[in-house]
């Protein structure tokens, strides 16, 4: 007999069954924020670092004792985050207009502030490969408002995506054909590159799909087809787990694409979601931003390591 997954799972193809666990539900770890994002995980601490944009604050949840504090206030209205290769805390600034880094005695390093020396708009997310290479995406979510950032001027003119070099630090565009770049991910083996394009939160019909990049030697895209079309909101941010399936977020909860692109079922979640990341001891827990609270939920399969 086959056990029903509980309420918090919508299963659309049967392969999704074999990701999902009976018995188990979403748990809501916080609640009140105004806009939740760029979840991190640090396993050396076993806490989870994520963002609160308008209210200018990164909060950090403790695995160990369930307890919520404020990690960083003020936070330059920082978005999303990732841990590098030295488990140190890297970080896009929407008020910084810059990727930065937290080092391990808690200075901040700016690792990219301008391309062909104008300002950057508002980098969102980003993501690090195996080779120690920093990609982000660039769009103007930061600048066009004072409410996740300060309303400037675009100098850039554009919205890319852009590779910063991990020898030289130097700072190259990837892909400069999005109306807004947002969440990103390699695939496990880092021959494909997925990102977002959330465009349709500025243009009347405008894309809110995931493209597939190939990665060439030397960081190089070529490709770049729709992957997948979000059916409710946007996908914003997302991750992709050992299999190659692709954990998206989505207005209803987050949504599992298949690497063939076939949407497998759904994690529902009672708010707009805006990113996710893999965590935990065996790292098969989801962590979900969800508009005002941070979620979680264990599931049969694990994050991609590099």
């Known amino acids: 007999m086959v056990i029903e997954l509980t309420p918090s799972f919508e299963v659309i193809d049967p392969r999704f069954r074999k990701l999902a666990l009976p018995h188990v539900h979403v748990d809501k770890l916080y609640t009140g924020c105004r806009w939740a994002e760029g979840p991190a995980w640090f396993p050396a601490g076993r806490y989870l670092v ?18 919520v504090s404020v990690f960083r206030q003020p936070a330059m209205n920082a978005n999303g985050h990732t841990v590098d290769l030295q488990g140190r805390l890297v ?9 930065s880094r937290t080092e391990h005695d808690g200075s901040r390093t700016v690792l990219a ?3 062909e020396d104008r300002r950057l708009n508002s980098p969102n997310d980003v993501i690090v490969k195996s080779d120690g290479s920093i990609w982000f ?20 003119g554009a919205q890319r995506v852009y590779r910063i070099d991990p020898v030289s ?6 892909a400069d054909d999005f109306a807004q770049p947002n969440g ?22 405008g894309p809110h799909h995931v493209r597939k990049f190939r990665v060439g030697a030397n960081g190089a895209l070529t490709g770049g087809e729709v992957f997948a079309t979000c059916p409710v909101g ?19 909860g987050v949504h599992c694409h298949a690497s063939d692109g076939a949407l497998l079922g759904k994690v529902l979640i009672p708010e707009t979601v805006s990113n ?15 508009t005002t609270s941070l979620y979680a939920v264990y599931l049969n399969t694990r994050g991609a390591g590099r």
Request: proline content about 4%; aromatic content about 10%.
């Open 276 to 290: 996710v990341c893999f965590g935990g001891a065996k790292r098969n827990r989801l962590f979900i931003c969800g």
């Open 234 to 252: 946007v996908y914003d941010g997302f991750r992709v787990d050992v299999h190659g399936n692709l954990w998206l977020s989505a207005g209803d």
């Open 184 to 205: 990103l991910a390699f695939s496990p083996d880092e021959s494909l590159l997925y990102i977002a394009d959330t465009g349709a939160t500025h243009v009347q019909g």
């Open 91 to 99: 970080s896009c600034e929407h008020r910084g207009r810059c990727v």
């Open 113 to 115: 502030s301008r391309f």
């Open 50 to 67: 994520w963002s609160d944009i308008p209210n200018d604050r990164m909060l950090r949840w403790d695995d160990t004792d369930g307890s």
């Open 137 to 156: 995406t660039d769009p103007s979510y930061g600048i066009d408002s004072d409410y996740e950032g300060d309303a400037s001027p675009n100098e850039q």
């Open 169 to 174: 630090g130097a700072l190259a565009v990837v």
